[in-house]
């Protein structure tokens, strides 16, 4: 990360000139994306960028009618425009689907889309995993939003505090397709995340060291850490609802030792990041666009870096901010509201070296300026509010008012509408060439900020007259008359900007396709000439940015001279580089198109929709067919090419594939495992507190269970981990798929102890919240020992139909971590049941 | 022929020295949070509120750590060859100082857990 920000122009090139003829077409032919139909089958970044964006701005825009819907209903006093449950729906529905649907989706759309050619790589490393993650999101996404239609949308407002949202008070199906529905979607984010992580750290051009990265896949990186570590509280919070709701286990209900407050500790622990898992891709964007139509590099890029990170690391002490009135104890709260004014530093950092960068260089004045100017107008305005309600006391005062909704409309659509609208008119022509209208991009911009700051700013001054968040009408003599008017006027103006900015999207996008050039004069790579295969070549990188430090790049690339020109193994693959100084370390062999993602995402949305609705066996009939799919589309991965060695550039000879840590798989599966680490975090944590909730230790008239029997289940555990472990060291012998087996058969039995263990205490879930929050993690424990049921029975096929050998042992190594990780938590649930009790003690 | 070489680049080593700053105010912010609220539940409630002595102990100790990787980082913004790692470090225990002197103050001023 020393290493200095450019380099001296080597003399040589990667490849020589003129390139074989045929070459090109070989490559292209690999590459190629499906026409017609068969487009939905397509894995390519760009495709699944593209379908990905287009879904998340159709629910942007579906959720901005519902906010319309809103106003309407407000705009004047008495109004019975919509009923008093009908706009439950609708507002509850509004936050979620521009939360869920909307922002964090179109974040990571943007990445999917920008990043490979940004990186200079020729896709994401799991491009399958990439069309798996949009497909679960559309066809579930679309399928959540049209319960709006039959009257079973949630109700319970976008965080769903119980007990509101628990059986006594929300009884129908509408809070269920919420925590079932949204659960699985933070599944497809996190698959998302995984793959950024991996394709950032793992696929850079050869020279794009970490300290050259730019900043916007920094602000990704960041982002993906956080979702990793932020979303699988939610998971585990909606898992406990919804088992509350399911089954009668009382996590929430506090006559029955529930805490209404952990729900509002696992919501917001994800809640508070994700405000930041928002703002930072939308920052990183900035970071790459003002350079550019300053006409100057970043100032400060490395503070700015810096401060992407701090950000993402103060935004972990922030969550009980949003807890301020529900009781916690002062010198908590004291602590919290610290941290929330820790968080403006880095984000001035940030603000101030943008006005620096602009101030340096000489704008220019389109379409992407306008919004970025206007997004730093409204952002610091949400900024400087977020200051004012981490002051406790204030707070208290402007808790669930419309404060509160002006703050976090101003921090949201000033922080992220604004630059992902300024984004668009800047990376559009990236599409087809064509730029959208400065002329419209003018009256868009006037009529979105205008509008904005006439229906939000009056926002303020409602709920500092006492207007509460959330009721459907109000009566005409407590002064707000006025005020919800103007709020409402300018709701539509800014949607009528929306509408034309659609309208010139529209238009733009079907003319005819030109050369994309660049444009603006760009610093970052993904303006090279790129086509369905990414570059031409895999451009070397010697400088942070390269498209101003070495003039001649974009026509080297173009011509073939830079890394891997050709298909070296005939199918698709891009450079693995290594993860700091991005040199080159193999060849990785990407899979092609196929219909088994979209499958399995259509089983795993009709699993849980249909759960939902209590037609369980369709429900399982879509299960097992996405179960299926998944082993379907894995069975053909890990596959040794023929090839072992290929040449990228002139003496530089690459292995193709890696195993064991050299492979990124390996990486992805460590990732996979510290979210299952944190989902098993959060349910140990909800144990905790209602543990601590409790006089004595077990409650009484509960037991633990027998100790021997908790030490029979960890040895057994441990003997399986023994057996897998021999197993990756039985590479080609006959043994390996028996040694397999044999730990099944032990972490069933392992299980089997602890299901014993539990009826020995007499432990039913549904007694008390402490004995449903024991249930819980023996529930979590008993899901991976499914997994390892269907895992193991997988690897032992492989190793009988000979798809397991010293250049495919991916798979082998992969469960292994699998099984290693389950024992680790099967002792950890073991051990916390025990040892919490005896800490009271 | 290039081949893998992950280890000899040390990154979770780099990452750790980078990110050590925030790592200690991580660390001091979940230790005073935790035994506040732990010290102000029913199974272990304690007469006159959380254990001020243990924060503010604690809170110094954090405060030394900062300023010491601050001091330690000092000339890196002189330095024209400092790297994003030597920056971010420098940076890093500036705001962790900022951040943990700000938790300290509730440490010095509230008592009691109401």
Same mark, same amino acid.
């Given at each position: 990360?020393?290493?200095?920000?450019?380099?001296?122009?080597?003399?040589?090139?990667?490849?020589?000139?003129?390139?074989?003829?045929?070459?090109?077409?070989?490559?292209?032919?690999?590459?190629?994306?499906?026409?017609?139909?068969?487009?939905?089958?397509?894995?390519?970044?760009?495709?699944?960028?593209?379908?990905?964006?287009?879904?998340?701005?159709?629910?942007?825009?579906?959720?901005?009618?519902?906010?319309?819907?809103?106003?309407?209903?407000?705009?004047?006093?008495?109004?019975?425009?919509?009923?008093?449950?009908?706009?439950?729906?609708?507002?509850?529905?509004?936050?979620?689907?521009?939360?869920?649907?909307?922002?964090?989706?179109?974040?990571?759309?943007?990445?999917?889309?920008?990043?490979?050619?940004?990186?200079?790589?020729?896709?994401?490393?799991?491009?399958?995993?990439?069309?798996?993650?949009?497909?679960?999101?559309?066809?579930?996404?679309?399928?959540?939003?049209?319960?709006?239609?039959?009257?079973?949308?949630?109700?319970?407002?976008?965080?769903?505090?119980?007990?509101?949202?628990?059986?006594?008070?929300?009884?129908?199906?509408?809070?269920?397709?919420?925590?079932?529905?949204?659960?699985?979607?933070?599944?497809?984010?996190?698959?998302?995340?995984?793959?950024?992580?991996?394709?950032?750290?793992?696929?850079?051009?050869?020279?794009?060291?970490?300290?050259?990265?730019?900043?916007?896949?920094?602000?990704?990186?960041?982002?993906?850490?956080?979702?990793?570590?932020?979303?699988?509280?939610?998971?585990?919070?909606?898992?406990?609802?919804?088992?509350?709701?399911?089954?009668?286990?009382?996590?929430?209900?506090?006559?029955?030792?529930?805490?209404?407050?952990?729900?509002?500790?696992?919501?917001?622990?994800?809640?508070?990041?994700?405000?930041?898992?928002?703002?930072?891709?939308?920052?990183?964007?900035?970071?790459?666009?003002?350079?550019?139509?300053?006409?100057?590099?970043?100032?400060?890029?490395?503070?700015?870096?810096?401060?992407?990170?701090?950000?993402?690391?103060?935004?972990?002490?922030?969550?009980?901010?949003?807890?301020?009135?529900?009781?916690?104890?002062?010198?908590?709260?004291?602590?919290?509201?610290?941290?929330?004014?820790?968080?403006?530093?880095?984000?001035?950092?940030?603000?101030?070296?943008?006005?620096?960068?602009?101030?340096?260089?000489?704008?220019?004045?389109?379409?992407?300026?306008?919004?970025?100017?206007?997004?730093?107008?409204?952002?610091?305005?949400?900024?400087?509010?977020?200051?004012?309600?981490?002051?406790?006391?204030?707070?208290?005062?402007?808790?669930?008012?419309?404060?509160?909704?002006?703050?976090?409309?101003?921090?949201?659509?000033?922080?992220?509408?604004?630059?992902?609208?300024?984004?668009?008119?800047?990376?559009?022509?990236?599409?087809?060439?064509?730029?959208?209208?400065?002329?419209?991009?003018?009256?868009?911009?006037?009529?979105?900020?205008?509008?904005?700051?006439?229906?939000?700013?009056?926002?303020?001054?409602?709920?500092?007259?006492?207007?509460?968040?959330?009721?459907?009408?109000?009566?005409?003599?407590?002064?707000?008359?006025?005020?919800?008017?103007?709020? !409402?006027?300018?709701?539509?103006?800014?949607?009528?900007?929306?509408?034309?900015?659609?309208?010139?999207?529209?238009?733009?996008?079907?003319?005819?396709?030109?050369?994309?050039?660049?444009?603006?004069?760009?610093?970052?790579?993904?303006?090279?000439?790129?086509?369905?295969?990414?570059?031409?070549?895999?451009?070397?990188?010697?400088?942070?940015?390269?498209?101003?430090?070495?003039?001649?790049?974009?026509?080297?690339?173009?011509?073939?001279?830079?890394?891997?020109?050709?298909?070296?193994?005939?199918?698709?693959?891009?450079?693995?580089?290594?993860?700091?100084?991005?040199?080159?370390?193999?060849? #990785?062999?990407?899979?092609?198109?196929?219909?088994?993602?979209?499958?399995?995402?259509?089983?795993?949305?009709?699993?849980?929709?249909?759960?939902?609705?209590?037609?369980?066996?369709?429900?399982?009939?879509?299960?097992?067919?996405?179960?299926?799919?998944?082993?379907?589309?894995?069975?053909?991965?890990?596959?040794?090419?023929?090839?072992?060695?290929?040449?990228?550039? !002139?003496?530089?000879?690459?292995?193709?594939?890696?195993?064991?840590?050299?492979?990124?798989?390996?990486?992805?599966?460590?990732?996979?495992?510290?979210?299952?680490?944190?989902?098993?975090?959060?349910?140990?944590?909800?144990?905790?507190?209602?543990?601590?909730?409790?006089?004595?230790?077990?409650?009484?008239?509960?037991?633990?269970?027998?100790?021997?029997?908790?030490?029979?289940?960890?040895?057994?555990?441990?003997?399986?981990?023994?057996?897998?472990?021999?197993?990756?060291?039985?590479?080609?012998?006959?043994?390996?798929?028996?040694?397999?087996?044999?730990?099944?058969?032990?972490?069933?039995?392992?299980?089997?102890?602890?299901?014993?263990?539990?009826?020995?205490?007499?432990?039913?879930?549904?007694?008390?919240?402490?004995?449903?929050?024991?249930?819980?993690?023996?529930?979590?424990?008993?899901?991976?020992?499914?997994?390892?049921?269907?895992?193991?029975?997988?690897?032992?096929?492989?190793?009988?139909?000979?798809?397991?050998?010293?250049?495919?042992?991916?798979?082998?190594?992969?469960?292994?971590?699998?099984?290693?990780?389950?024992?680790?938590?099967?002792?950890?649930?073991?051990?916390?049941?025990?040892?919490?009790?005896?800490?009271?003690? | 022929?290039?081949?893998?070489?992950?280890?000899?680049?040390?990154?979770?080593?780099?990452?750790?020295?980078?990110?050590?700053?925030?790592?200690?105010?991580?660390?001091?912010?979940?230790?005073?949070?935790?035994?506040?609220?732990?010290?102000?539940?029913?199974?272990?409630?304690?007469?006159?509120?959380?254990?001020?002595?243990?924060?503010?102990?604690?809170?110094? #100790?954090?405060?030394?750590?900062?300023?010491?990787?601050?001091?330690?980082?000092?000339?890196?913004?002189?330095?024209?060859?400092?790297?994003?790692?030597?920056?971010?470090?420098?940076?890093?225990?500036?705001?962790?100082?900022?951040?943990?002197?700000?938790?300290?103050?509730?440490?010095?001023?509230?008592?009691?857990?109401?």
């Amino acid at each position: 990360m020393t290493a200095p920000v450019s380099e001296p122009l080597p003399q040589q090139l990667p490849n020589p000139l003129p390139r074989p003829e045929g070459e090109l077409e070989r490559l292209e032919d690999v590459w190629r994306t499906p026409r017609g139909w068969r487009f939905l089958s397509s894995v390519n970044n760009t495709s699944i960028g593209l379908l990905y964006i287009g879904t998340a701005l159709l629910f942007f825009v579906l959720a901005g009618i519902l906010g319309l819907l809103i106003r309407t209903q407000l705009a004047v006093p008495d109004n019975a425009f919509l009923s008093a449950g009908t706009y439950n729906q609708v507002f509850t529905m509004h936050g979620t689907v521009m939360m869920f649907l909307f922002a964090i989706p179109v974040v990571e759309a943007i990445a999917v889309y920008l990043l490979p050619n940004m990186l200079g790589a020729r896709d994401l490393p799991f491009p399958r995993l990439s069309a798996y993650a949009y497909w679960a999101y559309a066809i579930g996404g679309l399928a959540f939003f049209c319960t709006l239609f039959a009257g079973l949308a949630p109700d319970g407002g976008w965080f769903m505090y119980p007990p509101l949202t628990g059986t006594k008070y929300s009884p129908g199906l509408n809070a269920d397709f919420w925590l079932l529905g949204i659960g699985f979607i933070e599944i497809s984010a996190i698959a998302g995340a995984i793959e950024l992580i991996i394709g950032i750290l793992f696929t850079r051009a050869p020279g794009m060291t970490l300290g050259r990265m730019p900043v916007y896949a920094w602000a990704m990186l960041v982002v993906a850490v956080m979702i990793v570590f932020a979303f699988p509280a939610v998971i585990a919070g909606t898992a406990l609802l919804e088992l509350e709701r399911a089954f009668d286990m009382p996590f929430f209900i506090a006559e029955r030792g529930g805490d209404p407050l952990l729900w509002q500790h696992l919501f917001w622990f994800f809640g508070h990041p994700e405000v930041y898992i928002i703002f930072l891709p939308a920052a990183g964007m900035v970071s790459t666009m003002i350079p550019t139509i300053a006409g100057t590099p970043l100032v400060a890029r490395r503070a700015v870096i810096a401060a992407l990170v701090g950000v993402g690391v103060f935004s972990f002490g922030l969550w009980a901010h949003h807890m301020f009135t529900a009781g916690l104890g002062v010198l908590e709260m004291s602590f919290v509201s610290a941290a929330s004014m820790a968080v403006a530093v880095p984000t001035a950092i940030q603000v101030f070296a943008w006005i620096c960068t602009l101030w340096k260089g000489s704008v220019q004045r389109g379409a992407p300026t306008l919004f970025l100017l206007g997004f730093m107008f409204i952002f610091v305005l949400g900024g400087l509010t977020g200051v004012m309600v981490a002051v406790i006391p204030f707070d208290w005062q402007v808790h669930d008012t419309y404060f509160i909704v002006a703050h976090l409309h101003y921090v949201l659509i000033g922080g992220m509408v604004f630059p992902v609208f300024a984004a668009m008119y800047y990376w559009i022509p990236l599409i087809n060439g064509n730029r959208l209208s400065e002329t419209w991009a003018r009256w868009v911009f006037w009529l979105m900020f205008g509008g904005f700051n006439l229906s939000f700013f009056p926002m303020h001054i409602t709920g500092l007259l006492g207007m509460p968040r959330r009721v459907y009408t109000y009566a005409p003599d407590l002064g707000w008359n006025g005020l919800n008017l103007l709020s !409402s006027v300018g709701a539509f103006v800014f949607a009528a900007g929306v509408a034309l900015f659609a309208v010139d999207a529209v238009r733009t996008l079907r003319r005819d396709e030109r050369r994309v050039g660049n444009p603006w004069n760009a610093s970052t790579l993904e303006w090279l000439t790129s086509e369905d295969y990414g570059n031409r070549s895999i451009p070397r990188v010697t400088a942070t940015n390269p498209l101003w430090d070495q003039p001649t790049l974009a026509r080297e690339v173009e011509e073939g001279a830079h890394y891997l020109p050709q298909t070296a193994t005939g199918r698709r693959e891009t450079i693995a580089t290594s993860p700091v100084g991005a040199r080159p370390t193999y060849l #990785l062999v990407l899979p092609g198109d196929g219909w088994l993602p979209l499958v399995a995402a259509a089983g795993t949305a009709g699993f849980f929709l249909l759960l939902t609705m209590k037609l369980s066996w369709l429900a399982w009939t879509c299960g097992l067919a996405a179960i299926a799919a998944t082993i379907g589309w894995l069975w053909q991965s890990d596959r040794a090419v023929p090839q072992t060695e290929a040449e990228v550039a !002139s003496g530089l000879t690459l292995p193709v594939g890696a195993t064991g840590t050299a492979s990124h798989s390996w990486w992805a599966t460590i990732i996979m495992l510290v979210v299952d680490a944190s989902i098993f975090a959060s349910f140990a944590f909800a144990y905790l507190h209602i543990s601590m909730r409790l006089q004595v230790c077990p409650p009484p008239g509960s037991t633990l269970p027998p100790l021997a029997l908790a030490w029979l289940s960890a040895g057994l555990l441990a003997a399986g981990s023994v057996l897998v472990w021999l197993a990756t060291r039985s590479l080609g012998r006959r043994r390996l798929p028996w040694l397999v087996l044999a730990a099944l058969a032990c972490a069933v039995a392992s299980f089997g102890v602890d299901l014993h263990g539990l009826r020995a205490a007499d432990l039913a879930p549904d007694a008390s919240a402490w004995a449903a929050a024991v249930a819980a993690l023996a529930g979590y424990q008993g899901l991976h020992i499914v997994l390892l049921a269907i895992l193991a029975p997988y690897l032992a096929l492989r190793a009988w139909r000979g798809h397991l050998g010293a250049r495919s042992r991916a798979t082998l190594d992969n469960i292994a971590l699998v099984w290693h990780y389950t024992t680790l938590q099967g002792i950890a649930w073991l051990s916390a049941v025990r040892l919490v009790p005896l800490l009271m003690d | 022929m290039t081949t893998a070489n992950h280890a000899s680049e040390h990154f979770f080593r780099r990452l750790l020295r980078g990110i050590l700053p925030l790592l200690v105010w991580l660390l001091h912010f979940a230790f005073c949070y935790g035994l506040a609220a732990t010290q102000c539940t029913p199974a272990a409630m304690r007469a006159g509120g959380p254990d001020r002595t243990l924060l503010g102990a604690a809170t110094v #100790l954090a405060l030394l750590a900062c300023a010491w990787l601050a001091w330690r980082a000092r000339g890196v913004p002189a330095r024209r060859d400092a790297g994003l790692l030597e920056w971010a470090g420098f940076l890093f225990a500036v705001l962790s100082l900022v951040a943990v002197c700000w938790n300290a103050v509730p440490v010095l001023l509230v008592a009691g857990c109401a």
